[in-house]
């Protein structure tokens, strides 16, 4: 595809796969709210070596060039297990999508959101969901509030002009997604304190801490949970087997036995909350702006990971099972295991600040819990969609 000088090329060598990862950093450097992510682990996401989303998906990654500078870059990509899911939960068939995106200007962008969307029509897809990087459970949607303040673990920053671009090109909001931000040195509302307090008498009910000597387990116990609770949210796509162990081995070194929290009843494990410290912060600080730490910063970043002090707090999971999801028991779990979480990042971490999501704009549940906690939308993430 050609407009004016501009070449757009789907990536055919190890030389425009060393371009696309380079290129987010080389346009983002000047944004003091950006987080460099650490090269390899860039690398291995866009990899089928290092992602086995690529296991389930068809990915196209594609380069924008003007002469031989390289200006802007997108990966389009399907994912077969959205194909299957309910059209009413807003994946299912025909459903591809888009990620990735970075262009130095609005043409740019354009042309390459136009070589996204004829490679997801040439594959047989009728509709995109975008911006997706890459999976649901990565990153998924555009940050169109909260650019003022770096985004925590695991979620992403876009500069604010890509907005107006995307929407240019006749996308519309599918959904928005919520991140509340919380002070967690102020005690909760009397109301949730006697919430707590009456769920530590009920004999029926047990929260605890997991167990890293039984990582495995645990992993596999905390997976069923939320692929039982997430399966009729919207955009919810199954995660595998193999996707479990490898983010339970890329996250390993973050879990703490104090944060991530699992709920018995009955003595049956019935709901999951799982807490990270902030990562960004220290990368932030520690990772060069082309994602390459110096020997200094890697060691002031490996030993935050060994102790992570003073660290924000972020919660990118929980989920109690549906057969319990209208029951009052329901939002006692979440209220229990949000303060056990909370006692432990003050007592153990000298943590300050924690951050809840995201959340569907739609969860009526989880908004009423972050409502009921205090909590603030300190940032929202809009997923756009288009028909082909």
Do not use: C
């Not at 950093?25 to 070596?49: C, G, I, T």
């Not at 102020?186 to 009920?202: A, H, M, T, Y």
């Not at 973050?254 to 991530?260: A, C, N, S």
């Not at 569907?360 to 205090?374: E, F, H, T, V």
């Amino acid at each position: 595809m050609v407009a004016s000088d501009l070449v757009i090329a789907p990536v055919s060598s190890k030389a425009d796969f060393g371009a696309f990862i380079d290129l987010s950093y080389r346009l983002n450097a000047d944004d003091p709210n950006w987080v460099p992510q650490l090269r390899a682990e860039e690398v291995a996401k866009f990899s089928a070596a290092g992602n086995p989303y690529f296991d389930h998906a068809r990915v196209q990654l594609l380069l924008a060039r003007r002469g031989a500078q390289v200006v802007g870059r997108i990966a389009a990509h399907i994912d077969e297990l959205a194909l299957t899911q309910p059209t009413e939960q807003g994946m299912g068939p025909g459903t591809g999508f888009w990620g990735a995106l970075e262009a130095e200007d609005a043409a740019i962008s354009a042309a390459l959101i136009a070589a996204a969307e004829s490679w997801l029509k040439e594959q047989g897809m009728i509709r995109v969901l975008a911006p997706m990087n890459l999976s649901v459970w990565e990153e998924p949607g555009l940050l169109v509030r909260g650019h003022d303040h770096p985004p925590m673990v695991m979620m992403g920053h876009h500069k604010p002009h890509y907005q107006g671009w995307i929407e240019a090109q006749g996308y519309t909001s599918a959904k928005t997604l919520y991140t509340y931000d919380l002070d967690i040195r102020r005690e909760f509302p009397p109301l949730i304190q006697r919430i707590v307090s009456s769920g530590e008498k009920n004999s029926r009910i047990k929260v605890r801490g997991v167990d890293k000597s039984k990582f495995e387990q645990e992993a596999a116990t905390i997976l069923d949970i939320l692929n039982d609770a997430w399966a009729d949210n919207w955009g919810f796509v199954p995660i595998t087997d193999k996707e479990i162990v490898h983010t339970g081995k890329k996250l390993k070194p973050l879990v703490r036995e104090d944060l991530i929290m699992i709920a018995e009843l009955d003595g049956v494990p019935v709901a999951f909350m799982m807490t990270l410290p902030d990562l960004n912060g220290i990368q932030q600080r520690t990772v060069g702006k082309n994602g390459k730490p110096s020997l200094l910063g890697w060691i002031k970043l490996g030993l935050w990971i060994f102790k992570p002090t003073q660290a924000g707090m972020r919660v990118p999971l929980m989920g109690v099972r549906k057969s319990l999801q209208a029951s009052r028991i329901a939002s006692q779990l979440a209220f229990m295991m949000i303060e056990y979480i909370r006692r432990a990042a003050i007592a153990n971490y000298n943590s300050t600040r924690g951050e809840i999501g995201w959340v569907l704009d739609d969860n009526q549940g989880m908004n009423a819990i972050a409502d009921a906690i205090n909590s603030t939308v300190n940032k929202e993430y809009r997923i756009y969609e288009k028909g082909l």
